[in-house]
């Protein structure tokens, strides 16, 4: 079995391989701090007509909530997107000009951003062009070109007013989510998930309502935009017939077409209950739909769409809207079959108190897949791995779902080759060495257990709220499947169930974790600014309280050479050490609903950047011409019918450009700009 095992690991891999060595073009665009890739879908071409029907019904559906998440991520981000579309399409100058120039890397960063700020660090973006270029083009266009001035019945001026402060003013909204301790987040945070509220009033609101002797509790707030009206602490649900009543409209239409070809009465029985939800607004009927969709795990083509995620939310309840379509990788999907078939010995020997572990590990299933379309909080910059549902209740009673994005994974690593980096950074050749022999194998096996295992592992005490850890609950919750997975890749278990063969490919991960922890992460940190993003904070405080706490036995060094900062660890075995006892310590928080321990560890860790190493990173960083950010631009499905109008076949194409494919999707899927 273990032979059988190899070899199918083994053609899964150099098959992938061979894909990424033909004269595909993965790279689109570079801008900014941005590099836009390509992305292809091999596979394909051998599903059935039904099957691409329905990937393309959902891709349909997918695409029709871009605006969604747009206007979650800003009040005023439809309209200075739609703006500055109009200017830059009709502009007649000379598009050489350096206003005309700074005004297209905006809009390109617009785009990406899904609004006025960046992705991942929550700033404002700058904008390069003066405002004295930019209210001259507006007026200079017609009016029928600016429908959201026409539509409310306000003037150019009206509209000027409004968008020369968004834009122009730096004070102004200055950070999307904003998680600086001891501050109102809300107050703070320019997202557009609460109006007329501070955090204290949001958190008493939802203190009232909650039903914390409920074993099943809905995920409060999920799908709402939390408001004040005379004077009452008011919830407005995402709905058909509620706010963003007309892209949902037109989501529903695609899963009902959805339905009509799904691969079994389970799957089109789940897409049915998301209908409901969407119609009714109801959490409890979202509950219902996350069952449903998590205990069939026998289709190949699977999707998410919905209020998903809650990163975007400062106080980390609402979901941000997004989709992903995809299909099941076969041959890939052996390693994580393996890894979820064995759930249950994972959460029996993990390194927590016995009473923070699942007794009865139930429906983790998992799976590399191919991405079909990515769309939502998922588009442009897209996660390599997803587990749902994230309600903690259903993941112990009914499972959950993890996916690795393969193809995704294979462009990024294309794009990497040869950048340099890591002979840059890394301590030495063997450390170099080290990462180019195992590093693709381990990085893949890290997020096959961050998402199938990690998310998967542990339970709630009974009586604490999932909420209990507020503002920190996503770095925690991120850092403790992050643990997870670094703990059990230096297991000799993996190589038992014949996951890799080599013991030290868990080193590799091992060192590139903890040298962008503590470094090469720091490139997307603006000078004198304080990590935010989630994901950061819980990679930096993992491995400054892996620094710190193994400082007696130097377990890792920062050690200068030749004026250069260089990572070194010394033992690989006693730092699986630190990560089991700050695994122990991270799941005793998340069971217990230790907001203090959690803020602590946190802030403590995971916020603060040395100035003078930080400085050092980006001048180095700087001199490879790397852009930090990677996101992608999605294929175009080209739909062949018969004369009676059926679909009799569904091709897919790559040269579509990124400038183009979004003044596409802003024409053809913009409900909310009409």
Request: hydrophobic share 35%; with cysteine.
């Amino acid at each position: 079995m273990r032979k059988l095992v190899f070899a199918t690991l083994a053609v899964a891999l150099s098959s992938t391989f061979a894909m990424a060595q033909d004269d595909f073009d993965y790279t689109v665009d570079r801008f900014a701090d941005i590099e836009v890739l390509r992305y292809q879908v091999p596979g394909f071409d051998q599903l059935s007509l039904n099957q691409k029907k329905l990937v393309y019904f959902l891709t349909e559906a997918a695409l029709q909530g871009r605006d969604i998440l747009t206007d979650q991520n800003g009040k005023y981000n439809l309209a200075v997107r739609q703006t500055l579309e109009q200017v830059y399409q009709n502009y007649r100058g000379d598009r050489d000009d350096v206003n005309f120039k700074g005004l297209e890397l905006y809009l390109k960063q617009v785009w990406f951003g899904n609004g006025i700020h960046h992705h991942y660090a929550m700033d404002k973006f700058v904008p390069q062009f003066t405002q004295e270029f930019f209210d001259a083009q507006v007026r200079a266009l017609p009016a029928d070109k600016l429908p959201l001035c026409k539509a409310s019945g306000q003037t150019v001026d009206d509209l000027l007013k409004v968008l020369d402060k968004v834009i122009f003013d730096p004070t102004y909204m200055a950070k999307r989510v904003n998680q600086a301790d001891g501050e109102d987040l809300i107050l703070t945070s320019a997202t557009n998930l609460y109006e007329g509220v501070t955090q204290q009033e949001v958190e008493a609101y939802y203190d009232g309502i909650k039903d914390m002797s409920d074993p099943t509790p809905i995920s409060y707030g999920l799908n709402t935009k939390v408001v004040k009206e005379n004077g009452k602490v008011v919830e407005k649900p995402y709905k058909i017939g509620g706010l963003y009543s007309e892209p949902i409209v037109n989501i529903v239409y695609w899963l009902q077409q959805a339905a009509s070809v799904a691969e079994s009465d389970a799957q089109r029985d789940y897409i049915k209950k998301l209908i409901d939800f969407y119609t009714t607004g109801s959490l409890k009927t979202f509950d219902d739909y996350s069952i449903a969709w998590a205990e069939d795990t026998k289709d190949d083509v699977d999707f998410i769409n919905g209020f998903i995620e809650s990163y975007g939310d400062p106080l980390g309840m609402t979901g941000s809207w997004e989709a992903m379509v995809n299909f099941r990788n076969n041959d890939a999907s052996t390693r994580t079959s393996i890894i979820s078939g064995n759930a249950q010995w994972f959460e029996d020997h993990s390194p927590v108190d016995p009473r923070f572990k699942k007794k009865n590990v139930k429906g983790v299933s998992a799976k590399v897949i191919t991405a079909a379309i990515l769309a939502g909080d998922s588009y442009p910059s897209t996660p390599i791995g997803i587990n749902l549902p994230n309600s903690n209740w259903i993941r112990a009673a009914h499972g959950s779902k993890s996916v690795t994005l393969e193809n995704i994974t294979d462009a990024y690593d294309e794009a990497a080759k040869g950048s340099g980096l890591n002979e840059e950074f890394a301590y030495g050749p063997e450390e170099v060495e080290l990462m180019k022999k195992y590093l693709t194998v381990a990085d893949k096996l890290h997020t096959d257990l961050h998402e199938c295992l990690g998310h998967a592992s542990g339970q709630l005490l009974p009586g604490v709220d999932p909420d209990a850890l507020k503002a920190y609950g996503s770095t925690l919750e991120e850092g403790r499947a992050d643990l997870f997975a670094l703990y059990y890749l230096a297991d000799p278990k993996l190589i038992e169930l014949g996951i890799f063969k080599s013991p030290d490919t868990y080193k590799a991960e091992y060192y590139k974790y903890i040298m962008n922890g503590l470094m090469t992460q720091l490139t997307r940190i603006e000078p004198g600014k304080d990590i935010e993003e989630s994901h950061m904070r819980n990679r930096k405080f993992i491995s400054e309280w892996c620094l710190q706490h193994g400082k007696k036995d130097k377990v890792i060094e920062i050690v200068k050479r030749k004026g250069k900062t260089y990572v070194k660890i010394n033992n690989y075995e006693k730092l699986r050490g630190l990560f089991a006892e700050l695994l122990a310590e991270v799941q005793r928080i998340k069971s217990e609903g230790d907001f203090e321990a959690g803020r602590k560890l946190v802030e403590t860790y995971g916020v603060k950047v040395d100035p003078k190493l930080h400085k050092e990173v980006l001048a180095r960083y700087e001199s490879l011409n790397i852009a930090p950010y990677k996101g992608f631009v999605n294929p175009v499905y080209h739909v062949k019918r018969d004369k009676s109008g059926n679909i009799t076949d569904i091709k897919l194409t790559y040269d579509e450009n990124y400038v183009d494919q979004m003044l596409r999707y802003s024409r053809d899927y913009s409900p909310l700009t009409k």
